[in-house]
């Protein structure tokens, strides 16, 4: 079997407004991936693109990196994966780049178990059938108040979650915040504002899991003077405190922080970069991207390096339904997956794509597709009716 195309189908669709520490989104996008072979086989991925034009990633994902595959055997993954990787490496190694080659490498491995006829899950020597998950959500939004955080989280566990993360971390008083700098800094609060907002969202929560994620806004000294609140308050996992170039800082707020769990980082890349946060002790629970990370290849190194040195993963995810299924079939090959982010936010990309919706029991824990590849199947029409780019 030979490779005859790779196809990128960007997807976009308007949704109302909210807000991180520091961005907001006005859309959800997607950069689908579609690898073609010369029989009837086809595989599907996703490369996240955190916003990054959908014209950039199909470039990068049809002309710079998949012409060059045309004519490969697709079964032969890490060879194509060391081929884009290397071969892109002056311009490449990480950002949309790294992004584009993990949109690919999930095609890939859906293309590989549907030659196999076996699940993704399954080729990676799977330990699991379920997966569970926390209900990621927590936004800030124009008009959403303590009431209208407190009803989203009674939402979650009507749903039958136990855990939840929210936001923090979107201030303008706070010294030196990089909110200043950012085309919108509607629905800001002030710190005193977060922890009342954390403070709520626990009461709901109970004994369940409260994670807070600053979106890498905040820095090692803010981190270090708000913590010890934060723990009281009743904050397990905080995630990407800080950005992760400040690697002596993620570090000391483990070392100095230990009430804290440090989760991180979605936006990091490659199992190199993973690696020399894990030996610097800079996170507790490790947690790549499918999409962005460096794909399934990637990712499940990343899942052995932490699992090697004792820590968990819990996988990022924050795309469509393609990258939801992909990142539910490595969680459950890997042996130390903690319960892996659910988002919450409506989004038609991740609710509407397929014609069988990934299914869950009652705990909200995922169950893993049983049919072959990625075990999904596409609703071309709700791909054209978001498609982009045609
Ligand atoms: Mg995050």
Redesign the pocket.
Known sequence: MKITAVKGIALRCECAPIS?ALSTSNARQALLVKVETDSELYGIGEAFTYGAPLTVMKYLVETQLGSQLVGKDPTRIEEIWNTLYWRSLASGRRSTTLGAISGIDIALWDLLGKIAHLPVASLLGACRDRVPSYASGGFYAPGKGLPELRREVEEYLEKGYRHA?IKIGRNLDRPGSPLVYMANQNSAVTVEEDFRRIEAVKELLGKGRLIV?T?ASWDSQTVLKLGPELARLGVEWI??PIPFEDLEGMARISRELPQLQII?C?TQQGAQNFETMIRADALDIV?PDVGWAGGITECRKIGHLAQSTGRKISL?C?GSAVLFAASLHLAASLPNTEMMESEENPNPLKEELLTHPLEHDGEMNWLVPQEEGLGIHLDWTKLEKYGILT
Do not use: L, W
Request: zero cysteines.
């Open positions: 991180d993360k994620d979106n995630e990407e991180g979605e947690q990022h924050f």
